[in-house]
Nanobody
Framework: QVQLVESGGGSVQAGGSLRLSCAVS?????????MGWFRQSPGKEREGVGV???????NYVDSVKGRFTISEDNANNLLYLQMNSLKPEDTAMYYC?????????????????WGQGTQVTVSS
């Protein structure tokens, strides 16, 4: 069973940086998989931020391209989201997610396993 635990959220001023981490357990890395970061703010739908496939390919929502980077450290069972040049509109609860599949979409309802989330607050 896949288990995900996020950490690294916090409060930061606009223009600052944060790195989110997701501790991963129960994943079979020899199988095709996709891992991603999603976010949700009050009153809004959950939004895909960035995903990484088992082949190392990545994809991002347009609003974070050039500012956010998703990466993984499979040896230590960690998934990261480096967030630079943060903006107030990046404020949200951030979740990591996992699915076993060949495809790697930015679509939250296709992911089966979720962490509990970590809050990111960006002040202007």
């Amino acid at each position: 069973q896949v288990q995900l635990v996020e950490s690294g959220g916090g409060s930061v001023q606009a223009g600052g940086s944060l790195r989110l981490s997701c501790a991963v357990s129960g994943v079979t890395y020899s199988s095709k998989y996709c891992m991603g970061w999603f976010r949700q703010s009050p009153g809004k739908e959950r939004e895909g931020v960035g995903v990484i496939g088992s082949d190392g390919s990545t994809n991002y929502v347009d609003s974070v391209k050039g500012r956010f980077t998703i990466s993984e450290d499979n040896a230590n069972n960690l998934l990261y989201l480096q967030m630079n040049s943060l903006k107030p509109e990046d404020t949200a609860m951030y979740y990591c997610a996992h699915r076993y599949a060949y495809s790697c979409p930015l679509t939250s309802n296709l992911f089966r396993s979720w962490g509990q989330g970590t809050q990111v607050t960006v002040s202007s």
